[in-house]
Nanobody, 128 residues
């Protein structure tokens, strides 16, 4: 089975930054598209950012575009989420997720149903 483990969450003031990491094991990481989702108290889980298996394409939710950046290091089986200019409304549990990406196929990277593997999440709290 594929396992994903997030780390790097914490408490930060508004305007601050954090870098989240997601370490993968048990599968072929280099063939996985990877994404980050988040779930705030009382809200549904929502898409944040995603990256293709090659790293050539990234996708961003409008709410975080220009502030959050996803990247990956396939040699380390790790995907990162750089969080900048954090706002209190960014407070949520952030989840790493992945799916096996087949060449030549179309994917809705912003949709939960595309993802097969999920981490347990890491808490990000932004104080006002």
């Amino acid at each position: 089975q594929v396992q994903l483990v997030e780390s790097g969450g914490g408490l930060v003031q508004a305007g601050g930054s954090l870098r989240l990491s997601c370490a993968a094991s048990g599968g072929t990481f280099s063939s996985y598209a990877m994404g980050w989702f988040r779930q705030a108290p009382g809200k549904e889980r929502e898409f944040v950012v995603a990256i293709s298996w090659s790293g050539d394409n990234t996708y961003n939710a409008d709410s975080v575009k220009g502030r959050f950046t996803i990247s990956r290091d396939n040699a380390k089986n790790t995907v990162y989420l750089q969080l900048n200019s954090l706002k209190p409304e960014d407070t949520a549990v952030y989840y790493c997720a992945g799916f096996h990406q087949r060449s030549g196929s179309y994917y809705d990277y912003n949709e939960i149903y595309e993802y097969d593997y999920w981490g347990q999440g890491t808490q990000v709290t932004v104080s006002s």
